[in-house]
């Protein structure tokens, strides 16, 4: 068999360290067994999907040093490789489960589908679709079709029995078919769900071993399925552990930083990273050095070692390890070149010097003045940050609504952070330069210094986001509730949903 692998991520956001995650596991196992790699991107959510942040995936996964053998940028003989170019692939296998009788055309509104999952709520039942539908005549079908009515396209599930889902390291698991709901599978605008599209560029790209995360695990008898019904072989299952944080909760930005972004921004280099990485899916044998190149990863790896209990994100870990290789794993040039590419790029030296440059008098003011664009947090503590006209409350406000609403944001650009943070100025009724004086300490360190909105657009979302969740700790981190009540301060964003 040849092996054939893929990662397949959604541009919907900034990269996250579980993408690449799962991508290394996928390219070591391949390698590992002289196979090929893929990288197909999900992009199906019209809505979210950006080529932006398709460009920001693919450029964080080369920069950690993973490359794959037939992809977007790349090419090869089972393109395209945007779902979002595949519509006419899906829509002839969804007639083709439409002519056999394996699916359906719903008409059902979202309100009687939301008061369905009401009503089954209050009853004590899973939700799931009941099955209207079913009951219309072909001729009521072409009916409501003629008159325009818009559907969907769903799946027939059994209602009995059990579905065995093989796991290469989990085993036989088993679901209960009463509990899958009838997945849509085209939905009304003609594009396809990740079930359907999955499953068919998965058959069509021959991916042999799908490795996903374990989120997906009560997904995969409606993958099963499909793949029964449309008469194909199914590609063998892994569902991986999901990276956790140190309480053992799913790792989550909301409580540590997760994007590859935010790392490459605070100097970790990137073989450590992966490799890190490669340690959380394999670790080391016993008496074997922790420190090793992508090479010796696809060497020594192995499924039956991936663990399942759900590896932490250890930053400390990954600080150690990171320190390792910037003092054995660099000589002087190579250390050298390493600073220079972290914090000397040419363009991004031109836009530090073109904020500085009308706001000092010497040279050597530089260093107070743009030191902020070279940490990580600030040495901050709950004094500096007051002392303006906002009290605390005020203050965690507008922290808590800044990291949900600058995360919202399409464009990380100096217009709209600033639009937003005008909309949350006028949300808690606020002058806006008062506002505006927390957010320069949180993010400069300063109550005043270089302009803060371009501040922010150069040092990064993450950046960004990590140092107002650490300025947020510090007044106090919201409960659930106080978060849910501030929510409806500020009137839903124009710019986008909240990843």
């Known amino acids: 068999m040849n092996v054939r692998t893929r990662v397949a991520p959604s541009p919907t ?9 799962v991508a290394l596991i996928n390219y070591c196992f391949a390698k590992h067994h002289g196979g090929e790699f893929l990288l197909r991107i ?9 080529r932006e942040s398709e460009a920001a995936i693919l450029d964080s996964l080369h920069w950690l040093g993973l490359s794959w053998d037939e992809g977007p940028d790349v090419g090869g003989p089972h393109g395209p490789y945007r779902q979002s170019e595949r519509s006419a692939i899906y829509q002839t296998y969804v007639q083709q489960l439409l002519d056999a009788g394996h699916a359906f055309k719903c008409f059902c509104t979202s309100e009687r589908l939301d008061a369905m999952r009401v009503a089954q ?8 679709y009941d099955g209207l539908c079913l009951t219309y005549s072909p001729s009521e079908i072409a009916w409501r079709e003629t008159a325009g009515e818009p559907f969907v396209v769903r799946m027939k599930v059994p209602s009995d029995g059990v579905c065995v889902v093989d796991d290469l390291r989990r085993g036989a698991i088993e679901i209960e078919w009463k509990s899958v709901d009838m997945q849509v599978l085209m939905k009304s605008d003609g594009l396809p769900t990740y079930h359907l599209a999955n499953v068919v560029d998965d058959h069509l790209m021959e991916i042999t071993h ?9 997904s995969a008898p409606k993958h099963v399925l499909l793949y029964r019904y449309f008469g194909w072989e199914m590609p063998k299952l892994i569902h991986l552990p999901l990276l956790r944080n140190p309480d053992k909760s799913k790792l989550s930005k909301r409580k540590n930083p997760t994007g590859i972004l935010f790392y490459q921004a605070m100097g970790y280099l990137p073989g450590a990273l992966l490799n890190f990485l490669g340690l959380l899916a394999n670790s080391a044998g016993e008496g074997e050095d922790e420190m090793m190149t992508l090479a010796q990863m696809v060497e020594r790896f192995g499924v039956e070692h991936i663990p399942l209990g759900g590896p932490v994100f250890d930053v400390a870990k990954l600080d150690w390890l990171n320190g390792r290789y910037l003092r054995e794993g660099l000589d002087r040039d190579g250390f050298m070149a390493a600073v220079r590419a972290w914090a000397f790029a040419p363009e991004r030296l031109a836009r530090v010097a073109e904020l500085a440059q009308p706001r000092i008098e010497r040279l050597s003011d530089l260093g107070g003045l743009l ?3 070279f940490s990580g947090r600030l040495p901050l503590n709950a004094d500096t940050l007051r002392g303006g006209k906002l009290d605390d409350l005020a203050m965690r406000q507008a922290f808590a609504l800044a990291l949900a609403e600058l995360d919202a944001l399409r464009e990380w650009r100096v217009a709209g952070i600033e639009a937003v943070l005008k909309r949350i100025a006028d949300a808690l009724g606020k002058k806006f330069r008062d506002v505006a004086r927390p957010f320069y300490i949180a993010i400069t360190g300063s109550p005043t210094s270089v302009p803060l909105y371009d501040s922010m657009e150069l040092l ?5 986001r990590e140092r107002l969740r650490g300025a947020l700790e510090l007044l106090g981190a919201p409960s659930k509730r106080e978060q849910d009540e501030w929510k409806r301060l500020i009137p839903a964003s124009a710019e986008g949903v909240t990843e």
Do not use: K, L, N
């Open 13 to 21: 956001g900034d990269p996250h360290v579980g993408t690449a995650y």
């Open 42 to 50: 999900e992009d199906t959510d019209q809505v979210r999907s950006t």
């Open 121 to 128: 709520r209050a009853s004590g039942q899973p939700s799931r």
């Open 210 to 218: 799908v490795m996903r995360g374990e989120e997906w695990v009560s």
């Open 371 to 373: 030191a902020f664009f």
């Open 460 to 464: 990064g979302r993450d950046i960004v």
